[in-house]
């Protein structure tokens, strides 16, 4: 069955960076979408940025542009959030997500196109 289990979160302070691991099982890395999402308190859960691997492509929330960087290690089977600058609304519980597009090839930030959920790993941005 298909697995995603996510760790390196922890506390930081503004302005430092983290980089959170999803350790991938029963997926292809080399097809489908890999997401990050995160959800804060009292908030919606959100998404955070995607790697498309139909066309090898990213995209991010416009919150996270230019500080976050979704990648991926296909051999160690391994999804990455490369978090930067990172500011108080960052934190929140953060998990990875895979899914498959159905003949669209194509991905997006929204909780529904994604069938597989990790358990999440929280990260804490102190000011």
């Known amino acids: 069955q298909v697995q995603l289990v996510e760790s390196g979160g922890g506390s930081v302070q503004a302005g430092g960076s983290l980089r959170l691991s999803c350790a991938v099982s029963?997926?292809?890395?080399?097809?489908?979408?890999l997401a990050w999402f995160r959800q804060a308190p009292g908030k919606e859960r959100e998404g955070v940025g995607y790697r498309n691997n139909y066309h090898s492509s990213a995209d991010y929330a416009a919150s996270v542009k230019d500080r976050f960087t979704v990648s991926q290690d296909i051999d160690l089977r391994t999804l990455y959030l490369q978090m930067n600058s990172l500011k108080p609304e960052d934190s929140g519980m953060y998990y990875c997500?895979?899914?498959?597009?159905?003949?669209?090839?194509?991905?997006?930030?929204?909780?529904?196109?994604?069938?597989?959920w990790g358990q999440g790993t929280q990260v804490t941005v102190s000011s």
């Open positions: 997500a895979a899914g498959l597009s159905y003949g669209s090839s194509r991905c997006y930030l929204a909780e529904a196109w994604y069938d597989h």
């Open positions: 029963g997926f292809s890395l080399r097809r489908g979408c």
